[in-house]
């Protein structure tokens, strides 16, 4: 095996989607997913069917990525899994099956952080595209269906949490918010594409409050529910009369605040090389807003490819790439964490 080329399978599995993705060092070579339609007519992510919906994808998913990207299991170098954080029924597909094929093939296994996954997915180089990730030392603003974090990036696996959300995730306002307004899970693409067309003050929201970085979002999540609650009760068609207007003012108010938090952050550290990353790192409106934040900031800015925002397995591969450079493999005894913190 030619140890100039790193050929590493990442397997993700911690929420609701299957994924499987190959790089050869910094290349991405496939990167394959497989999205759980199941869990629409409940309004949310059923962690019971997730994981065995798992099962049925994880083989067809792996096979897919590795034929994509034009090589045999022999040629791998190292395996990686999510080992949190997540719902542990799917981690535990995920984590089980990869711990199976390294064994097998007797190379060595990685644990990846998903958070830092999301991070550290700024680094994965697509053929043909330019290649300028972000320098050392670097804020990253990591926004999910789970979390809400500012996060101080000294190097590829030295992280620091400045401040995180004390209660809502930044993307579970948005799911919730739609869910409100009877719009189907997950809501944040969908209030994103309304919001288009909406008028953003419309609607006034009380600012959220939390101390120092950190976020908080279950007040505004409940102003929203009282404002709907109180206007049906005088028009029942409210909400389908000023949806895109309810979206366009809920997602002010929530860019709003991540971008207060932002600039604060970038204050305090002095730090003006600012990146963003998870899935509500796809908002259009959040990435447009940083855009204009980056002039008035002077700051130098890093937006994902939309594939690298939501749950992929890329970020999984590359943020083992430089495990394995530091030679941190997981050994036989290695389980997920639903809580895994960095
Ligand atoms: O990172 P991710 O795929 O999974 C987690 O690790 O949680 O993030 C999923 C979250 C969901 O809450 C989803 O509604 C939100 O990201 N999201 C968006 C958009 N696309 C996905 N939120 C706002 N605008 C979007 N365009
Ligand atoms: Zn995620």
Excluded at 97 to 103: D, H, N
Excluded at 123 to 137: A, C, D, L, S, V
Excluded at 209 to 217: I, K, M, R, V
């Amino acid at each position: 095996m030619d140890e100039e080329f790193v050929k590493i399978l990442g397997i993700e599995s911690s929420c609701d989607d299957t994924g499987a993705a190959v790089l050869n060092n910094h290349t991405l070579l496939s990167n394959i997913i497989a999205g759980q339609q199941v869990h629409k007519e409940y309004g949310g992510v059923v962690p019971e069917l997730a994981s065995r919906a798992h099962q049925q994808n994880i083989v067809p998913v792996v096979d897919v990525a590795l034929n994509k990207a034009g090589i045999d299991k022999s040629d791998l170098h190292a395996i990686a899994f999510t080992k949190g954080p997540g719902l542990m029924g799917s981690l535990l597909v995920g984590g089980t099956f990869a711990k199976s094929m390294a064994l097998a093939l007797g190379i060595p296994l990685i644990e990846v952080n998903h958070m830092q996954g999301h991070i550290l997915a700024h680094f994965i180089k697509t053929e043909g595209e330019p290649y300028n990730p972000p320098r050392f030392p670097f804020l990253c603003l990591t926004v999910s269906g789970g979390h809400t974090q500012i996060v101080l990036v000294e190097d590829y696996l030295k992280m620091q949490v400045l401040g995180q959300t004390l209660d809502d995730a930044a993307g579970e306002a948005f799911d919730k918010a739609a869910k409100i307004m009877g719009l189907p899970y997950p809501g944040g693409p969908l209030v994103d594409k309304l919001a288009r067309e909406g008028d953003r003050s419309r609607f006034q929201f009380p600012a959220p409050h939390a101390p120092g970085l950190n976020f908080s979002f279950s007040g505004l999540k409940t102003s929203f529910l009282y404002l709907v609650r109180d206007e049906t009760e005088k028009d029942n068609l409210f909400v389908s009369k000023f949806t895109a207007d309810l979206c366009a003012s809920f997602q002010h108010c929530v860019i709003g605040v991540l971008m207060e938090k932002l600039r604060m952050a970038s204050r305090q550290t002095g730090i003006k090389e600012i990146a963003i990353a998870g899935g509500v790192s796809a908002n259009s409106a959040l990435r447009q807003t940083l855009k204009e934040e980056a002039k008035n900031m002077g700051w130098n800015i890093y937006i994902p490819k939309m594939e690298f925002c939501t749950d992929n397995a890329a970020m999984i591969a590359i943020t083992c790439y430089y495990k394995y450079q530091k030679k941190e493999f997981a050994g036989a005894s290695s389980v997920p964490s639903a809580r895994y913190e960095f």
